[in-house]
């Protein structure tokens, strides 16, 4: 890999510690350009015309419970299959309920992160992270020098295969259940995304293991990442991640269960605040299903807002092909309408090399698959 990702450009501060400093104003690195500012609150007197407008407008929710009986197929035309198209087609985003995951496993493992992030600074330090696999605590995405940063700290591991986890070094020790907890919960959402594989698959006219297959099979990875957003001073000024899209295939997100910070973009250019639904997982399409589907689905930007009030944290699995497995739109969904010859809109790439964008320049809006589009030739 490039000598660029050995190091941090710049000493790296944890935003946790700078918070609980008490500072009543942000360093200059967290302040956004104004057009990537989050809109401030509505004044008082406006509040609850904000609140009603914004109940309107939700991502939609689809219960998976009639899957998960024993035997159960994923049909075509069936109510959930349906749901999860018309979800992918409007938003690129849905919360699932009834997913099989348990939820006192969900609250252990928020728990546990929780655990962490209160852990004294010095601990934390130990799993200090580098750009070279991110894996450990960190406090910043891309290597840019002098790029704006966000108003957050995470701990990034990976969590399958078996084969790919990441090694015992970089696993915290506190909370002692910390490890074994997030084993099991990123065991459970994995299946949840094999599930949803299989979903995606049929509602895109496909044949149940293409997705899967296509993807690595079982090579599929995971990754987790804990993220942790202090209290912040001037939260109109700064975000707690930038806008991007995710670069793989499905993200499976846990998130707080009393302070909101997710938004998503909806096509106008609007920022629609999630409200997560009690134990739901929030549920989005990444890059790599928009390659698959050849646009059919597209993954959609997000960002999240940060408050003066309340620290937030949430867990955010990203499930991802196997790394080295070339990704090209499926050719049945690049064939023209009408049948036509094939026209495929991205060029096969790897996910190693499509996610080494994200981890050179940071969250980057959707810049990276625009800039592909279009890329293939007409042989791909
Ligand atoms: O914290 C959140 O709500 C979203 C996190 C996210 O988008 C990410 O980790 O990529």
Known sequence: MADCMQEWPEPVVRVQALAESGLSAIPRCYVKPPC?????????AEAQLEKDLSDDVSIPVVDLGELLADGAAVGLGSAVTEAVAAACREWGFFQVVNHGVRPELMRA???AW???????LAEKQRYANSPRTYEGYGSRLGVQKGAVLDWGDYFFLHVAPEAAKSPPKFWPANPGNCKEVSEEYG???????????RVLSVSLGLEEA??????????????????YYPRCPQPDLTLG??????????TVLLADEHVRGLQVRRGAGEWVTVQPVRDAFIVNVGDQVQILSNSLYKSVEHRVIVNAREERISLALFYNPKGDVPISPAPELAAAAGGGPAAPLYPPMTFDEYRLYIRKKGANGKAQIEALKGQASPEN
């Open 36 to 44: 990537d500012r989050p809109v401030p609150p509505p004044p008082a």
């Open 109 to 111: 493992a928020r728990e």
């Open 114 to 120: 929780r655990g962490f992030f209160r852990r004294p």
């Open 187 to 197: 065991g459970s959402v994995v299946r949840l995304c094999e599930l949803l594989m």
């Open 210 to 227: 293409h997705l899967q297959r296509a993807f690595g099979g079982a090579g599929c990875g995971a990754t987790l990442r804990a993220n």
């Open 241 to 250: 991640l930038s806008a991007h899209s995710d670069p793989g295939v499905l």
